[in-house]
Nanobody
Framework: QVHLVESGGGLVQPGGSLRLSCAASGRTFSGYSMGWFRQAPGKEREFVAA????????YYADSVKGRFTISRDNAKNTVFLQMNSLKFEDTAVYYC?????????????WGQGTQVTVSS
Protein backbone atom coordinates (compact mmCIF):
# COMPACT_ATOMS: atom_id res chain seq x y z
CA GLN A 1 0.00 0.00 0.00
CA VAL A 2 0.92 3.62 -0.39
CA HIS A 3 0.18 6.42 2.04
CA LEU A 4 -1.71 9.34 0.49
CA VAL A 5 -2.26 12.86 1.81
CA GLU A 6 -4.54 15.30 0.01
CA SER A 7 -4.43 19.09 0.20
CA GLY A 8 -5.86 22.11 -1.58
CA GLY A 9 -9.52 21.86 -0.73
CA GLY A 10 -11.54 24.82 0.44
CA LEU A 11 -14.43 27.17 -0.21
CA VAL A 12 -14.87 28.59 -3.69
CA GLN A 13 -17.61 30.46 -5.53
CA PRO A 14 -19.40 28.93 -8.51
CA GLY A 15 -17.30 29.35 -11.61
CA GLY A 16 -14.11 29.42 -9.60
CA SER A 17 -11.11 27.08 -9.57
CA LEU A 18 -9.23 24.94 -7.13
CA ARG A 19 -6.22 22.68 -7.47
CA LEU A 20 -6.04 19.58 -5.34
CA SER A 21 -2.76 17.85 -4.63
CA CYS A 22 -2.07 14.38 -3.33
CA ALA A 23 1.34 13.48 -1.97
CA ALA A 24 2.23 9.81 -1.90
CA SER A 25 4.80 8.04 0.20
CA GLY A 26 6.98 5.22 -0.98
CA ARG A 27 9.36 4.68 -3.84
CA THR A 28 6.91 2.93 -6.16
CA PHE A 29 4.56 5.82 -6.92
CA SER A 30 5.23 5.55 -10.63
CA GLY A 31 4.02 1.95 -10.50
CA TYR A 32 0.47 2.94 -9.57
CA SER A 33 -2.37 4.29 -11.57
CA MET A 34 -3.82 7.18 -9.58
CA GLY A 35 -7.20 8.76 -9.33
CA TRP A 36 -9.66 11.01 -7.59
CA PHE A 37 -13.05 10.11 -6.21
CA ARG A 38 -15.58 12.22 -4.35
CA GLN A 39 -18.44 11.78 -1.93
CA ALA A 40 -21.17 14.33 -1.42
CA PRO A 41 -23.36 14.33 1.71
CA GLY A 42 -25.93 11.55 1.56
CA LYS A 43 -24.46 10.10 -1.62
CA GLU A 44 -22.18 7.22 -2.48
CA ARG A 45 -18.57 7.81 -3.37
CA GLU A 46 -18.15 8.34 -7.11
CA PHE A 47 -15.30 8.26 -9.59
CA VAL A 48 -13.97 11.60 -10.80
CA ALA A 49 -10.76 11.03 -12.73
CA ALA A 50 -7.86 8.63 -13.17
CA UNK A 51 -4.43 8.69 -14.74
CA UNK A 52 -2.18 5.89 -15.90
CA UNK A 53 1.20 5.15 -14.36
CA UNK A 54 3.16 7.22 -16.87
CA UNK A 55 0.49 9.87 -17.25
CA UNK A 56 -0.19 9.08 -20.89
CA UNK A 57 -3.81 8.07 -20.36
CA UNK A 58 -6.51 9.90 -18.47
CA TYR A 59 -10.13 9.10 -17.72
CA TYR A 60 -12.91 11.37 -16.50
CA ALA A 61 -16.44 11.09 -15.28
CA ASP A 62 -18.85 12.69 -17.73
CA SER A 63 -19.86 15.21 -15.09
CA VAL A 64 -16.36 16.74 -14.98
CA LYS A 65 -15.10 16.33 -18.54
CA GLY A 66 -13.83 19.59 -19.96
CA ARG A 67 -13.67 21.20 -16.50
CA PHE A 68 -11.28 19.02 -14.49
CA THR A 69 -7.77 17.92 -15.40
CA ILE A 70 -5.81 15.19 -13.67
CA SER A 71 -2.03 15.15 -13.88
CA ARG A 72 0.91 13.65 -12.05
CA ASP A 73 4.55 14.35 -11.31
CA ASN A 74 6.29 11.03 -10.72
CA ALA A 75 9.50 12.76 -9.68
CA LYS A 76 7.62 14.40 -6.80
CA ASN A 77 5.28 11.49 -6.01
CA THR A 78 2.32 13.80 -6.47
CA VAL A 79 -0.95 13.72 -8.37
CA PHE A 80 -3.05 16.81 -9.03
CA LEU A 81 -6.63 17.62 -9.86
CA GLN A 82 -7.17 21.02 -11.47
CA MET A 83 -10.83 21.94 -11.11
CA ASN A 84 -12.21 24.82 -13.17
CA SER A 85 -15.71 26.18 -13.69
CA LEU A 86 -16.79 24.69 -10.41
CA LYS A 87 -20.48 24.11 -9.80
CA PHE A 88 -22.57 23.74 -6.66
CA GLU A 89 -22.85 20.02 -7.38
CA ASP A 90 -19.07 19.62 -7.20
CA THR A 91 -19.29 20.10 -3.44
CA ALA A 92 -17.95 16.94 -1.83
CA VAL A 93 -15.09 15.37 0.04
CA TYR A 94 -12.46 14.52 -2.56
CA TYR A 95 -10.34 11.42 -2.07
CA CYS A 96 -7.06 10.57 -3.71
CA UNK A 97 -6.63 6.91 -4.62
CA UNK A 98 -3.80 4.68 -5.74
CA UNK A 99 -3.89 1.51 -7.82
CA UNK A 100 -7.16 2.57 -9.41
CA UNK A 101 -9.15 0.07 -11.46
CA UNK A 102 -11.34 1.64 -14.12
CA UNK A 103 -13.11 -1.69 -14.54
CA UNK A 104 -14.24 -1.90 -10.93
CA UNK A 105 -14.03 1.81 -10.06
CA UNK A 106 -12.08 0.77 -7.02
CA UNK A 107 -8.64 1.39 -5.63
CA UNK A 108 -6.04 -0.20 -3.45
CA UNK A 109 -5.24 2.76 -1.21
CA TRP A 110 -7.13 5.87 -0.20
CA GLY A 111 -6.28 9.23 1.30
CA GLN A 112 -8.17 10.82 4.16
CA GLY A 113 -10.02 13.25 1.91
CA THR A 114 -10.18 17.02 1.49
CA GLN A 115 -13.37 19.07 1.55
CA VAL A 116 -14.36 21.12 -1.47
CA THR A 117 -17.30 23.46 -1.01
CA VAL A 118 -18.76 25.45 -3.87
CA SER A 119 -20.97 28.18 -2.52
CA SER A 120 -21.89 31.79 -3.18
Amino acid sequence: QVHLVESGGGLVQPGGSLRLSCAASGRTFSGYSMGWFRQAPGKEREFVAAISRNGALTYYADSVKGRFTISRDNAKNTVFLQMNSLKFEDTAVYYCAADVSIATMGAGSWGQGTQVTVSS
